[in-house]
């Protein structure tokens, strides 16, 4: 069972992730950032992982911590689930259109982590919540994830269609890397021998 479960407990925040990577898109997310919690939704109903994140952070002060926190849990979680990361397709890729907007995502579960965003906002604010912590998200998941992650947004102009996609987007390019391949499932996917 590729499952992984990881406590994170800081001054600034407290945060329990558990994933099923063979899941079927099952979530129960609360991380007290209602927009953040959406998004983490989508991200799990359309990869198919099972998701389950309680969060509490100093929400007093902004989202910045619980967001940036939660990214690197569930990166974590990701993380420890993959193992070896025997016998994955490892690299994945989407084109997500979402009404106005297209974004595109490629991934390479490579252990290598970085992350290209090429992705622009027309506002300060997404309702309560600040458009710059949305890299900050991805920044933290990729990290944690080991994950080479390039995020762009091809055109948009609605903000909340533009976040939506890059989450869509990666929950597809995420399904695509983490599915096993038949013909060489007993495999790490690389020359190396190791990822």
Wanted: net charge negative; glycine share 8%; aromatic share 6%.
């Amino acid at each position: 069972m590729r499952q992984g479960s990881v406590e994170r407990t800081t001054t600034e925040t407290s945060i329990k992730v558990t994933v099923d990577l063979d899941g079927s898109g099952r979530y129960a997310v609360k991380t007290g950032v209602g927009f953040l919690d959406h998004m983490l939704e989508q991200l799990s109903r359309h990869s198919l992982i099972d998701l389950d994140v309680e969060a509490r952070g100093d929400l007093h002060i902004d989202a910045h911590h619980t967001t940036e926190d939660v990214g690197i849990a569930i990166g974590q979680a990701v993380a420890k689930a993959l193992g070896e990361r025997k016998g994955i397709q490892r690299y994945g890729s989407a084109l997500v259109p979402m009404d106005e907007t297209l974004t595109r995502v490629a991934l390479d579960l490579s252990n290598r982590p970085y992350l290209v965003w090429k992705v622009a906002f027309g506002h300060d604010k997404l309702g309560t919540m600040d458009t710059e912590l949305f890299k900050e998200w991805f920044q933290a998941f990729a990290q944690a994830a080991g994950a080479t992650l390039h995020v762009e947004t091809l055109y948009g102009d609605n903000d909340h269609h533009i976040v939506e996609s890059c989450f869509k987007a990666l929950a597809r390019a995420l399904r695509a890397a983490l599915e096993i391949d038949p013909r060489k499932a007993d495999a790490v996917p690389s020359t190396k021998g190791t990822l």
